[in-house]
């Protein structure tokens, strides 16, 4: 039987340019993808518990059959991964394990492990190769591509990182059968944003397809984490380092990233649960402004309640801090700029745009009644 064919996206980025292969059976043949890479067989492999037990011998065994040997570190699982302690030990045992430049670094998992590992690759002797391996739906559509590494901080959430593009990524569909359905949704809540930011189209494709893709048709999941891939390729093409359109990435993160924060990066909020909430908030302060009509943010909240996903604050368990304590969160935000928040708006379903024009009364006035129904 011929396998499915693989999706191949390419990120053009000069000397720093790499492909996104996705499709199925990927993890299985990781170690003829990622041979040609390498000057000499030998990669290492940071990954997490929850990961490495289901993932981490299938990696080893591809490597293995490739000729690759392969050490690896297995770090907790959850957000709380994302921090000082976390990075200095994934750094002293790269640098005991004598990683070179020119050696591989391979992170599998999810966003958190991606986004530390590349950290870690991008800052260790100035710089060390890396390959994703995203098993999560929201690292394969979103956080492996781009070249954005990073850790959290008592301050906020990814403020401390750098750009590092990675050298391949590999997006096996098959690992999304292994999520639970919490964390699948969860990471639906990215592959929604990008109908919402830029592509119409690809959100009525999305209502319509939407609840089969869910339920776990392999093909639908490979068409929406390609096109999701292709339209963040294309974006950070035009602008790698955030200094315009790329700043559209983060619709619904300026909301999200603060009611993380303020959920303490626990269980509590999954990072695309708080994405979802994001972008309905989001919307609905497009329509309160008058940017758009009322029935976008409608609509909005009509496909996340078909799909099954948290998008109201209620839906977070235990206490919020009030509004002045969420306004000093989002006042963390990494996109503030000469002290002003920034805030991605829409005029419209699939049209985007970053301003700083947002009067404080009518964000307080959306938080207050967001919060009033929690």
């Known amino acids: 039987m011929t396998a499915p064919a693989v999706d191949t996206v390419p990120v053009r980025l000069g000397e720093r340019s790499y492909e996104v292969r996705v499709g199925q059976g990927l993890i299985a043949r990781a170690g003829a993808e990622i041979a040609p890479l390498l000057r000499r067989k030998r990669v290492a492999i940071v990954t997490e518990e929850t990961v490495g037990a289901l993932h981490l011998a299938p990696l080893r065994a ?3 059959e490739a000729g ?7 770090l907790p699982p959850g957000e709380g991964t994302k921090s000082w302690s976390h990075f200095e030990r994934t750094v002293e045992w790269l640098l005991e394990s004598r990683i070179e430049r020119s050696d591989m670094v391979v ?26 391996i995203p098993t999560s739906l929201l690292a394969q559509v979103d956080s492996s591509v781009g070249g954005k590494t990073g850790i959290n901080t008592r301050q906020g ?10 050298s391949l990524v590999l997006a096996d569909i098959d690992a999304l059968d292994t999520l639970p359905a919490r964390d699948f949704l969860a990471g639906y809540g990215e ?12 959100f009525e494709w999305l209502e319509t397809h939407g609840p089969a893709l869910a339920r776990g048709d392999k093909a639908l999941r490979q068409e929406a984490v390609r096109h999701a891939v292709a339209m963040k390729a294309g974006i950070v093409e035009r602008d790698e380092t955030e200094q315009g359109e790329r700043a559209l990435l983060n619709l619904g993160h300026t909301f999200g990233h603060a009611l993380e924060n303020a959920t303490g990066y626990s269980d509590r909020l999954l990072h695309g649960e708080g994405v979802a909430i994001g972008c309905l908030l989001a919307f609905d302060l497009s329509a309160r402004l008058g940017l758009c009509a009322q029935e976008a943010p409608e609509r909005v909240a009509a496909h996340l309640a078909t799909m099954g996903m948290t998008r109201r604050l209620r839906d977070i368990p ?21 002290g002003r928040m920034r805030f991605i708006l829409a005029r419209g379903i699939g049209e985007s745009f970053v301003t700083s024009n947002v009067p404080r009364d009518a964000l307080a006035a ?3 009644e967001a919060l009033g129904a929690a």
Request: proline share 2%.
């Open 62 to 64: 591809a490597l293995a």
């Open 68 to 74: 690759l040997a392969a050490e690896a570190l297995v």
């Open 107 to 132: 992170a599998l998992g999810g966003g958190v492990i991606g986004d530390l590992v590349g950290f870690a690759a991008a800052v260790m002797r100035r710089g060390v190769r890396f390959v994703q």
């Open 157 to 166: 959430k990814n403020l401390v990182g750098a750009f590092h593009q990675p």
């Open 191 to 202: 592959v929604v944003k990008y109908g919402l930011l830029g592509d119409a189209r690809y």
């Open 318 to 338: 235990g206490d919020l801090p009030g509004r002045e304590a969420l306004i000093a969160l989002m006042a963390q935000d990494k996109k503030v700029q000469d």
């Open 366 to 368: 959306l938080l207050d």
